[in-house]
């Protein structure tokens, strides 16, 4: 019995056969190949993840960046001569002047990023007032930036969704009001714009708050914009509230960027019903007017607010593989208004 057992002891301790050890090795394989592939694509992910965040960060800063220039002139002036950026074509080449893309290299981090920068102003005609004597009026002037910021408020932390900012820009109402207000002998007139999208509205926008003797008060002008023809609107709203015009001589009511009366388009006011016949003046059809003229019209093109764009590409030595719209990383656009 003590023979056999050792026997036996001494079979169990001869190992494992070559076809178990291969076996075994096989089977790791089949374990361990995927995971290393796993862990491996993981390392990728993270380090193509943090590239992509700094690219965007990289785009974020530089639409800050030119959102807060003066004008599109000094968007211009800035890449313009710039050893690090090259401008196709160069403003004084650019079909009306003022379109232009800049290319050149940027670094974030210790990462570098070739950065497109595309800028195109929208340019359209407007109505200018023939010249007169304004001393002793009140005018109110709507820039066309009250719409970029009512657009970027109600965008919020979404601004750089495209479809939303169409989609806010398409369905964005505006109301503009002229408040009068007698203190003593004094007129205290407050211009202001309100913007609505759906439920949400802006704080009052104002164009313009006067406090002006009665006696020294003629001529009250309001210069604002047909901001809907683009997105098939054909009106505005004006609501007037406390007038009284037995002191003044004119109410100018004037759209900007219409050249002429146009029956495509008109100014719904409420408040004004009661004027003699030569009391408003306005460029525009006038719903809610009973007497009003028409005239004002001098016609001057400008430059109303441009687009920009931000494009941000992995970085590459060689000329030729730079750019490729299959590598891009983030694209942002705006709207920056004069």
């Given amino acids: 019995m003590k023979r056999e057992g050792i026997k036996q002891l001494k079979r169990n301790n001869q190992g494992f056969s070559l076809l178990e050890v291969l076996l075994a090795m096989a089977i790791l394989a089949i374990v361990f190949v995927p995971l290393m592939n796993y862990f491996t694509d993981s390392i990728k992910y993270n380090n193509m993840s943090k590239i992509k965040q700094k690219a965007t960060l990289l785009a974020q800063n530089t639409m800050e960046d030119l959102k807060n220039e003066a004008s599109v002139q000094a968007i211009f002036s800035k890449y313009e001569g710039n050893l690090r950026w090259e401008a196709k074509p160069t403003v004084a080449e650019a079909t009306d002047g003022m379109d232009c893309v800049y290319y050149g290299m940027e670094e974030m981090d210790g990462s570098r990023y070739d950065v497109k920068v595309e800028v195109k102003a929208r340019t359209e005609k407007r109505a200018e007032i023939i010249p007169m004597s304004l001393n002793g009026d009140f005018i109110a002037v709507e820039s066309g930036l009250e719409r970029m910021e009512a657009i970027n408020y109600f965008a919020g932390e979404d601004s750089g969704d495209s479809a939303l900012i169409d989609d806010i820009s398409q369905n964005m109402s505006k109301t503009l009001y002229l408040d009068f207000n007698t203190v003593d002998e004094n007129m205290v007139i407050h211009a202001y714009s309100i913007y609505t999208y759906g439920v949400q509205e802006t704080a009052p926008n104002t164009l313009r708050n006067l406090t002006i003797p009665i006696s020294e008060l003629r001529y009250v002008y309001l210069f604002f914009l047909d901001e809907g023809a683009a997105y098939g609107r054909d009106e505005e709203t004006l609501v007037v509230t406390n007038a009284n015009f037995s002191q003044i001589e004119r109410v100018y009511l004037v759209c900007k960027n219409k050249t002429a009366a146009s029956p495509g388009f008109h100014l719904n006011v409420s408040?004004?019903?009661?004027?003699?016949?030569?009391?408003?003046?306005?460029?525009?059809?006038?719903?809610?007017?009973?007497?009003?003229?028409?005239?004002?019209?001098?016609?001057k093109e400008v430059v109303s607010c441009s687009d920009v764009t931000v494009s941000v590409y992995p970085h590459h030595e060689v000329e030729a593989e730079r750019f490729h719209e299959d590598e891009k990383y983030i694209q942002l656009k705006s709207v920056k208004g004069e």
């Fill in 271 to 299: 408040g004004l019903s009661n004027m003699d016949d030569n009391t408003v003046v306005s460029n525009a059809q006038l719903e809610g007017v009973a007497h009003w003229r028409s005239g004002l019209i001098d016609e």
